[in-house]
């Protein structure tokens, strides 16, 4: 299966004779900040507010909106996600998890990556007032399970 029809035109994969099965994703990615935003952040002082919550929810909304971005996706109906945060204040990252289930005919591992991506813009757009050097890094997929493929791990 691949994404261009016999006349090299793109196409949506067709997935109707594929069973449904469980599938599981994990995804994750960090930030890079200076001292400024990692205290802001950690102390709650972020004008724009509360941004690990507001990056968290923006996370989720993004993994139920991927096929909307992401061209050849297809909508999924997610049954779990989470999205969570690592802060180490040594190092000045904040790393982002994602975490996506869904019991479907196609995996979702598109929808873990557009969910650490989208909660790290979200940090990036609610800091940016106080340093606008921060650098997205290490975005990945961590592991993924279920579908004709089996298991991944990172």
């Given at each position: 299966m691949?994404?261009?029809d016999e006349?090299?035109?793109?196409?949506?994969?067709?997935?109707?004779?594929?069973?449904?099965?469980?599938?599981?994703?994990?995804?994750s990615?960090?930030i890079?900040?200076?001292?400024?935003?990692?205290?802001?952040?950690?102390?709650?002082t972020v004008?724009k507010?509360?941004?690990l919550?507001?990056a968290?929810?923006?996370g989720?909304?993004a993994?139920?909106?991927?096929w909307?971005?992401?061209?050849m996706?297809?909508p999924l109906?997610?049954?779990?996600?989470?999205v969570?945060?690592?802060t180490?204040?040594e190092?000045?990252t904040?790393?982002?998890?994602?975490?996506?289930k869904?019991?479907g005919?196609?995996g979702?591992e598109?929808?873990?990556?557009?969910?650490?991506s989208?909660?790290?813009?979200t940090?990036?757009?609610?800091c940016k007032a106080?340093d606008?050097?921060m650098e997205?890094?290490?975005i990945?997929l961590?592991?993924k399970?279920?579908?004709?493929?089996?298991?991944?791990i990172?």
């Amino acid at each position: 299966m691949n994404h261009f029809d016999e006349k090299g035109n793109a196409v949506m994969v067709d997935v109707s004779d594929k069973a449904v099965t469980s599938r599981t994703a994990q995804a994750s990615g960090l930030i890079r900040v200076n001292r400024a935003v990692m205290d802001a952040v950690l102390a709650g002082t972020v004008k724009k507010g509360d941004v690990l919550n507001v990056a968290r929810v923006a996370g989720i909304m993004a993994v139920k909106r991927t096929w909307e971005l992401i061209p050849m996706c297809h909508p999924l109906p997610v049954t779990k996600c989470a999205v969570d945060f690592e802060t180490d204040p040594e190092h000045l990252t904040i790393r982002a998890v994602c975490t996506v289930k869904v019991d479907g005919k196609t995996g979702v591992e598109m929808e873990a990556l557009t969910g650490v991506s989208t909660a790290l813009l979200t940090i990036y757009d609610m800091c940016k007032a106080i340093d606008r050097r921060m650098e997205l890094d290490e975005i990945h997929l961590d592991a993924k399970s279920g579908g004709k493929s089996g298991d991944f791990i990172r």
